[in-house]
């Protein structure tokens, strides 16, 4: 695996820009909604949230568009779900804490929320050839026009999930 064999290439060299992009905006936009209300020590939050995730959302880009192909696809999925995540919010957490953020809860709430769906849906798209950066990539105004059809697929291929779940229970 790539990830392991040449990081620097693949978190740094390859760094999926769009990933920063669009996970600093709607994370960013996402913990100003939470908390505005609670003032200006809560939205020292969104600050580091948005300094984080300008880093980290380009180096987790950059790990998904590595193994949108990777097989098994179930065992890919299941480290983009888990394992990387749990990483992610560990140093979340660690630098809310360090950086003197309050209400951390409400903070924590949102972002491990919102990633339980944005990684689905990135996979997905990333298994489609869209956000992809570098070789194989569009523009990201290519990929903005292709959106709608493939969130579309997206939502048809989880209701066929979960149809097939409920219908079949084990």
Known sequence: MRVIARPWTVLIVQWNWKAALL????????FCVVLVPRGAGAMRGAWIEVAFRIALGGCWGSIMQELRR???A??????????LPAWAHALEFALFKVG????????????????MASLAVNYSLMRRGL???????????SDIRRLPAALADCARAAGKGMR?????PT
């Open 164 to 168: 097939r779940v409920f219908q079949n």
């Open 131 to 141: 956000m992809v950066t570098g070789e194989g990539g569009a523009s990201l105004a």
């Open 23 to 30: 996970s600093a905006g709607i994370r960013g936009l996402l």
């Open 74 to 83: 179930w065992l890919a999925g299941l480290l983009m779900a888990v394992a």
């Open 100 to 115: 003197g953020a309050t209400h951390i809860k409400s903070g924590m709430i949102a972002s491990v929320s919102f990633s």
């Open 70 to 72: 990777a097989r098994p």
